[in-house]
T-cell receptor, first 113, second 113 residues
Framework: DGGITQSPKYLFRKEGQNVTLSCEQN?????MYWYRQDPGQGLRLIYY???????QKGDIAEGYSVSREKKESFPLTVTSAQKNPTAFYLC????????????FGPGTRLTVL | DQQVKQNSPSLSVQEGRISILNCDYT??????FLWYKKYPAEGPTFLIS?????DKNEDGRFTVFLNKSAKHLSLHIVPSQPGDSAVYFC????????????FGGGTRLMVKP
């Protein structure tokens, strides 16, 4: 079964701690993305990567970091510098190029206590 | 500045009737538009898309209409079913932006039996 997995489903962290969210895909997609969704709002792009070992900041990258060492994996670290980290985080992937549908994972809900 | 707007946060429709979800955009460079459907605590799933060279695209019960001069698109669902109850996001991209999507804020559709 091809798809995108995100783990864990729910994550709790104490204020001031860094936390890493996992995203793995076996769709052989070159491009991967991280979005954040807040209640009643749309999806906002945090980071994206169009190829291994390369990534770019999205609209709200401050307080986040990513790596893309493998094609299948695009982990997101929420650092203590992120002021409002409590949100629903979604990872997506797509073929490279234009006008390609993005496939989304099931998401991780992060709560900062 | 929101480039993609869904001005109706919610919509309630009777089963069997038509659901019309609207989306407006401001960036005239957008040339490809997508609709995603999202259930709570899940990732969005792709529904239907339309290129700016068309003004209509149909897939079963779902039809998307694009009015470029008005910078407006709409998603029609006929007939509506209770399983269609979800949040619907429209998204837009432009040819020179790779596969970057800009999302609207979403419309929650409730289909009553």
């Amino acid at each position: 079964d091809g798809g995108i997995t995100q783990s864990p489903k729910y994550l709790f962290r104490k204020e001031g701690q860094n936390v890493t969210l996992s995203c793995e895909q076996n769709l052989n997609h070159d491009a991967m993305y991280w979005y954040r969704q807040d209640p009643g709002q749309g999806l906002r792009l945090i980071y994206y990567s169009q190829i291994v070992n390369d990534f770019q900041k999205g609209d709200i990258a401050e307080g986040y970091s990513v790596s893309r060492e493998k094609k299948e994996s695009f982990p997101l670290t929420v650092t203590s510098a992120q002021k409002n980290p409590t949100a629903f985080y979604l990872c997506a992937s797509s073929l490279a190029g234009f006008n390609n549908e993005q496939f989304f994972g099931p998401g991780t809900r992060l709560t900062v206590l | 500045d929101q480039q993609v707007k869904q001005n109706s946060p919610s919509l309630s429709v009777q089963e069997g009737r038509i659901s019309i979800l609207n989306c407006d955009y401001t960036n005239s460079m957008f040339d490809y538009f997508l609709w995603y459907k999202k259930y709570p605590a899940e990732g969005p799933t792709f529904l239907i898309s339309i290129s700016s060279i068309k003004d209509k695209n149909e897939d079963g019960r779902f039809t998307v209409f694009l009015n470029k001069s008005a910078k407006h698109l709409s998603l029609h669902i006929v007939p509506s079913q209770p399983g269609d109850s979800a949040v619907y996001f429209c998204a837009a991209t432009q040819n020179n932006a790779g596969n970057m999507l800009t999302f609207g804020g979403g419309t929650r559709l409730m289909v009553k039996p």
